[in-house]
């Protein structure tokens, strides 16, 4: 007589059937946990062990994040789930970042609206998609490939723009707080609108001056956020801007414009010679645009 073959089982008991593919249930610390896998709740009832095969993630949940994510999961149709899995789980291993459950919940609510919206018509401009593309590029071309997967995946025509949205989730893990993401972008965005006020003109951010630019204002930023702006060594070295300043009046103005902004609103105070290399830029950058 041959033996049938048996699930193993876990030691997880179901508390709630949330759908076919996502459970709720207790770890040994009772913890609310999530178990997501490819039929887990298959013929199985409330009060039942989960089959260990067919665990594929576990999400533990905080007290203060139980009820308003599993609200979230309860109404997230599955696949969305599986997708921000997907997404996550493929960055995790490019990016070399933790994720964590909260993380793929608020991923998969994100892109069930993305669609959602996109079906209705109403589709959201990325004001922040040239500089997500130029700080973030292996983000960005796993999210432009993602994209690609919805719209086959839901037949919907999803623009470029959500890739820059999916690229801003990923940082936001990448970087552990989404307010230091947060801030690098804001901070952008703002000395790109000093720039274009200043000079009256709009940006072409396809030219690579426009990316050079923004290459150089990251650098700067990760120089700022590490403390590794010398002012001593800048006061010493400061020929370039002293001899700029003299020729190139607007674009002295300018980057003075930009150093006010940043001291004022971000206490980032930046060393002539810093303003100097962003005249080299800023000179560049609007003679393009000019052109």
């Known amino acids: 007589m041959i033996a049938l073959q048996t699930q193993k089982k876990s030691n997880y008991v179901i508390s709630r059937i949330i759908n076919n593919n996502v459970v709720a249930s207790k770890d040994h610390e009772n913890n609310e946990v999530v178990l997501m896998g490819k039929g887990i709740a298959f013929d199985r009832h409330v009060n039942d062990l989960v089959s260990e095969d067919r665990i594929e993630k576990v999400f533990v949940l905080k007290d203060s994040e139980k009820t308003r994510y599993m609200d979230v999961i309860e109404n997230l149709e599955p696949q969305y789930l599986e997708d921000a899995v997907h997404i ?4 995790a291993k490019m990016l070399d970042m933790h994720v964590t459950p909260i993380s793929y919940i ?12 996109c079906r209705e018509g109403i589709l959201i401009p990325n004001a922040m998609l040239s500089e997500l593309k130029n700080f973030y590029p292996q983000g960005y071309e796993l999210s432009l490939k993602a994209v690609q997967r919805l719209n086959e995946e839901y037949g919907v025509a999803l623009p470029e723009d959500e890739a820059g949205f999916i690229t801003f989730h990923l940082v936001n893990v990448w970087e552990e ?31 690579v001056y426009y990316e050079r630019f923004l290459t150089h204002l990251k650098y700067f930023y990760s120089r700022v956020l590490k403390n590794e702006l010398n002012t001593d060594h800048g ?3 400061d020929v370039v801007f002293r001899i700029l300043k003299t020729e190139y009046k607007d674009a002295a103005e300018c980057a003075d414009l930009i150093g006010s902004y940043l001291k004022k609103e971000y206490s980032i105070e930046i060393t002539e010679e810093e303003k100097g290399y962003l005249m080299i830029h800023l000179m560049n950058l609007v003679n393009k645009t000019n052109k």
């Open 235 to 237: 006061l010493q070295n």
């Open 106 to 117: 608020t991923l998969a609510d994100h892109l069930s609206s993305a669609v959602e919206r």
């Open 88 to 91: 996550l789980d493929e960055a």
């Open 177 to 207: 707080t989404s307010g230091k993401t947060e801030r690098r972008l804001t901070i952008t965005k703002k000395v790109i609108d000093v720039i274009e006020g200043y000079y009256g003109i709009k940006l072409d951010t396809s030219s």
